[in-house]
């Protein structure tokens, strides 16, 4: 039966590609302010109970700003399509049938020792289950997502997660009845929720209340990344980061147009982010750098400040020279 989970980090990323092997992956580059990306994880989730030698993988793509940049994500939903670590196809926007078609013919594109287009062998449901409890550093079987528990105990531990700052991934196990029931047996635990972390049973939802209730949740699960990591990693994310409202495309205000005209004419390099797409981070970014407003310009980590600051130092030098002398 196929998997459906979600990465939060870029290790995480690399680990479910490696353990996919030769088997599709397919990778959904989203953003929880998308409603497009909602839908599509519908289709997903429809894909996977069809598609039972396929991995499919959830990335927040701003959350993985590495990743993103490394497979040039400038929108979403995006999916890549993935065989042996190796990207062999693309997918851009919300196109169900397109997604279908192509998840249907490169599952099968490789062939096999039962000749072009035969399935695999089927894998053995105790190395599936091993395979699953290690997707992720922290793993939850429960009842629906996280965003959409659908039983008042995977509600609940999925709260605490979120109230600690848990990093953790997460199996469906009304969406596979091999694995609800074969888990019960594998792990010796008649009940969902289960939380693995490392590959090794923490138990379900009155351990992690215990956990959490004796402080020792944090030491056992690992910490999901903090907004002033996530910032950090975003001001960095190019020499020269302009936070603004829109893009280099189109600037969706007034002050963004003018400092990108600006910006253009000085013949610097530098990459922006839509803080209209994000948020948290349009929030966020405000208290970091103890800046009230937009647009935000920031070079080597460091805030020069706003359209106004530009304007006045608006021949440039200086900011050549944070990269390199004039």
């Known amino acids: 039966m196929a998997t459906l989970v979600e990465a939060t980090s870029s290790q995480q990323f690399e ?64 999916f890549l399509f993935f065989k042996g670590g190796q990207k062999i196809d693309r997918l851009d926007g919300a196109h169900a049938p397109e997604l279908t078609n192509k998840v249907q013919r490169l599952s099968v594109s490789s062939g096999g020792l039962g000749g072009p287009g035969a ?54 196990i009304l969406s596979d009845e091999e694995v609800r029931g074969g888990l019960k047996t594998f792990s010796n635990w008649p009940t969902y929720p289960q939380v693995y972390v490392n590959g090794e049973l923490v138990g379900g939802l009155d351990i992690v209340k215990e956990l959490a209730e004796s402080g020792e949740l944090e030491n056992t699960c690992p910490k999901a990344v903090t907004l002033e990591h996530r910032l950090k990693s975003t001001i960095n994310r190019s020499p020269v980061m302009l936070f603004m409202k829109g893009n280099k495309e189109q600037a969706k205000c007034g002050f963004s147009l003018q400092i990108l005209e600006i910006m253009n004419s000085s013949g610097v390099e530098y990459s922006t982010f ?24 920031y070079v080597n980590g460091e805030l020069i400040g706003g359209l106004d600051i530009v304007k006045v130092r608006s021949d440039f030098c200086f900011l050549v020279n944070y990269i390199k002398p004039c």
Not at 50 to 65: D, G, I, S, Y
Not at 284 to 294: A, D, F, H, R, V
């Open 15 to 78: 680990d479910l590609l490696s353990k996919a092997g030769k088997f599709l992956t397919v990778v959904h580059f989203q953003a929880a302010w998308a409603p497009q990306c909602s839908q599509m994880n519908d289709v997903m989730g429809e894909l996977a109970k069809e598609n039972k030698h396929t991995m499919f993988v959830k990335l927040e793509a701003e959350a993985v700003p590495e990743v993103s940049e490394k497979y040039e994500i400038t929108s979403v939903p995006t």
């Open 119 to 172: 399935e695999p062998p089927k894998e053995d449901l105790n190395e599936r289950l091993k395979r699953l409890i290690n997707a992720a550093p922290c793993m939850l079987f429960m009842k629906g997502s996280p965003q959409e528990p659908r039983c008042g105990f995977s509600r609940q531990i999925v709260a605490l997660f979120k109230d600690h700052a848990i990093q953790f991934s997460s199996f469906d």
């Open 274 to 297: 839509d803080i209209l797409e994000d948020e948290e981070v349009r929030q966020g970014l405000k208290t970091y750098s103890n800046w009230p407003t937009y647009p935000q310009l």
